[in-house]
């Protein structure tokens, strides 16, 4: 079976004996490790100031950790935008555009939504109303070089990414979508949920804000388009639609040098190369967007949007079928995006403290399953309840099987988690028991986490 990867971000080492890498070079517990990708990275400019150089080289990039995805389909996840030298997801079959004449597509500060009265999304007017709000981020650590994708997130100058694309770099540098290149510097990252804000060194006053949308209403089926720089390709749009939400994915992001070494079934970042099993990690839980769409190395931190252009999703790994590190990775067909809504709450924290917290409920769970009225249901089961916690004020007992948060199925850990995720300190949920053969209804109020 394929294990989930996470489809940029892969770190690489320079090689000043590489040769130049053209448009046809190949560019919750997580499970083991999965292949990385070589990836053609633009190399980091002499100076803000300078154009972009068309000669793209083999780098081995930064000593990033890799990061490791599980999820529920056990496939092989590979972030999407953080290695070296790639800035969007890989192309994709494009749509077929409407017909229809969209509504005003403005160039001003702040992207523009469009309309479409025919059968088929005009991906031709929402690529031209949102390109110049897309970003690729080039950065430098140790002694290597790594890129990713963003999105311009207000007129201050401020870019929304992944952490794994931007976390512990040395310098960081923005292309913007007509070559303009500023130094940037981080305001803030999230390691919980691969989500990080950088800022803009003198932004210029014409910068094109994307419009950030709510992704409570998605559907499956919806239409959406992602836009980034895979494999150092910029500004490389590709469509497709909602697969599936709320798809539990958990990553593993390592700390330390990468290593060559990977086996089995796991998720992580095709631009990055997974850490030695003795290397402090961190997991990333989320409940993610699952799309079609093409996205490879390069792509991570990039946009997803939806018919209108707005966008509903952060870019951030993508499934594989590659098994070990020499094997080559890129779309299947298996994507996954941050949900907006939880990136716009993250995104605000960084913004105006430079941290951002999480709610928790106070449990250690795994996957496990209670009977109801002679009813089955696979949930997060309790093996331990925290003292103190908002689940033993709320009555929560070991052996307890949750399978569902509001009316939300949690079928396995990694799905609860991801939902607390969503929420802040103080929120109340109604959390659905199935406790000796009954089914509750227990309401938690929620605390903050103090520990990420």
Not at 170 to 190: E, H
Not at 356 to 378: E, L, P, S
Request: hydrophobic share 35%.
């Amino acid at each position: 079976t394929a294990a989930p990867q996470t489809p940029a971000g892969y770190s690489f080492a320079r090689s000043s004996s590489a040769p130049a890498a053209g448009p046809g070079m190949p560019g919750g517990a997580p499970g083991d490790q999965a292949p990385s990708y070589p990836i053609a990275a633009p190399p980091m400019p002499a100076s803000a100031a300078s154009a972009g150089s068309d000669d793209r080289h083999r780098r081995r990039g930064p000593g990033w950790g890799g990061v490791i995805v599980t999820s529920a389909a056990v496939a092989l996840l590979a972030c999407a935008g953080t290695a070296s030298g790639l800035h969007y997801f890989g192309a994709g079959s494009p749509m077929t555009a409407s017909t229809a004449a969209p509504t005003a597509i403005a160039t001003g500060s702040t992207t523009q939504t469009v309309s479409s009265t025919g059968t088929a999304p005009d991906w031709e007017a929402v690529t031209a109303a949102v390109s110049n709000a897309v970003v690729s981020i080039t950065v430098e650590q140790g002694q290597g070089t790594a890129v990713g994708s963003g999105v311009v997130y207000d007129s201050s100058g401020h870019i929304v990414t992944n952490n794994h694309v931007v976390g512990g770099a040395s310098r960081i540098q923005v292309t913007l979508a007509d070559g303009r290149i500023y130094n940037a510097n981080l305001t803030g990252t999230d390691s919980a949920t691969d989500l990080a804000v950088i800022a803009l060194e003198n932004p210029p006053s014409d910068l094109t804000v994307a419009q950030i949308g709510d992704s409570a209403g998605l559907v499956t089926g919806q239409d959406v388009m992602a836009i980034g720089n895979p494999l150092g390709l910029s500004s490389t749009a590709t469509t497709g639609i909602i697969s599936a939400l709320d798809r539990p994915v958990v990553t593993t992001q390592e700390e330390g040098e990468p290593s060559d070494g990977s086996s089995g079934n796991s998720q992580r970042d095709p631009n990055r190369r997974l850490a030695p099993d003795d290397k402090k990690s961190s997991q990333v839980f989320t409940n993610a967007i699952q799309i079609d769409a093409a996205i490879n190395p390069g792509n991570s931190g990039g946009p997803l949007f939806d018919e209108t252009g707005t966008v509903i999703g952060i870019t951030s790994s993508i499934a594989s079928t590659g098994s070990s590190s020499s094997e080559q990775a890129g779309s299947i067909g298996i994507g996954f995006a941050i949900p907006s809504n939880l990136a716009k709450k993250v995104a605000d924290q960084l913004i105006s403290t430079g941290t951002a917290t999480h709610a928790y409920i106070g449990v250690t769970i795994g996957n496990g399953g209670g009977t109801a009225g002679g009813v089955t249901r696979a949930g997060a089961e309790v093996g331990s309840v925290e003292s103190g916690s908002p689940a033993e004020a709320a009555g929560l007992k070991e052996g307890d099987v949750i399978t569902a948060i509001d009316g939300k199925p949690t079928r396995e850990g990694s799905a609860l988690t991801g939902f607390v995720r969503q929420y802040s300190a103080d929120d109340q949920v109604t959390l659905t028991v199935i406790r000796d053969g009954e089914e509750l209804q227990t309401p938690v109020t929620l605390s903050e986490r103090k520990d990420t």
